[in-house]
């Protein structure tokens, strides 16, 4: 099974944002699109992608962390 | 130097497609870091890594692989079989919702089907796609020489081969 891990905007400064993975945090771009602190996301190639809706963060999360394999 | 995708070991067109998915078996600490960095320098690379260690790592994708190599009468380390599963069957596990992916949020089935993308800018790591309406920013780690106006298979972050039989 494939999983990405969708990471919270913790800060933005200019273009940058700061995305917190719980156990790490890393930096993406924003090239397109709007978005807050506090936003579910997943980047890809250390660009913000996609906002992801909380709710289904929750279900992903208890994917992800449920052990399933790709 | 241009790789031919016929002249590809099926080993490493298998870790550059399931690649993609590593970052979240670093999460569940199934493998470590150490693990991550050299399964990405093989697929980066080229390398052939060990049936054992794809197997264990990717567990799920090489079983699925298993029933597609029987039903194609083939051996499950053949291209062909690769191919298979990572162009066709696997989009069509997530849409029917088979296996884990039955509780998986929609964004997250889309996020990781495999799709073909055509390349419309290319930065100094990464490669901005199109696929149908959407766009996405893709790492080029596997595709070096692609350049505006390519084909590509993309999986997650990553663009995975050139569709026109280079990489």
Redesign the interface.
């Known amino acids: ?5 969708p990471g919270k905007i913790v800060g933005i400064e200019g273009d940058v944002a700061t995305v917190d ?1 719980g ?1 790490e945090r890393r930096v993406a771009r924003i ?1 397109s699109g709007e978005y807050s602190i506090g936003d579910y996301v ?6 913000v ?2 906002k ?2 909380e709710e ?2 929750k ?2 999360m ?9 | 130097m241009l790789e031919k995708i016929v002249d590809m070991e099926p080993e490493v067109l298998f870790l550059r497609c399931a690649f993609p998915c590593t970052e979240g078996k670093v999460h569940r600490n199934e493998i470590t870091r150490d693990d991550f960095d050299y399964l990405e320098e093989a697929a980066r690379e080229g390398r052939v890594v060990k049936h054992e260690m794809l197997g264990r790592v990717y567990s799920f994708a090489v079983a699925e692989m298993t029933k597609v190599a029987d039903e194609l009468g083939k051996s499950l380390w053949d291209k062909a079989v690769v191919e298979e599963y990572f162009f066709v069957r696997h989009n069509q596990v997530i849409d029917a919702r088979e296996g884990p992916y039955s509780a998986a949020p929609e964004v997250m089935c889309e996020y990781c089907k495999v799709y073909d993308a055509e390349v419309i800018d290319v930065g100094k790591r990464d490669l901005l796609v199109r696929y149908g309406d959407k766009t996405r920013h893709v790492l080029k780690d596997f595709v070096q020489d692609a350049k505006e106006g390519d084909r590509v298979k993309i999986h997650q972050g990553y663009a995975v081969m050139i569709e026109d039989g280079f990489c």
């Open positions: 099974m494939c999983l990405a891990v993975y156990s090239v997943i980047v890809s190639a250390k660009v992608s996609e992801v809706d289904q963060v279900g992903w208890e994917l992800l962390n449920a052990g399933e394999n790709c």
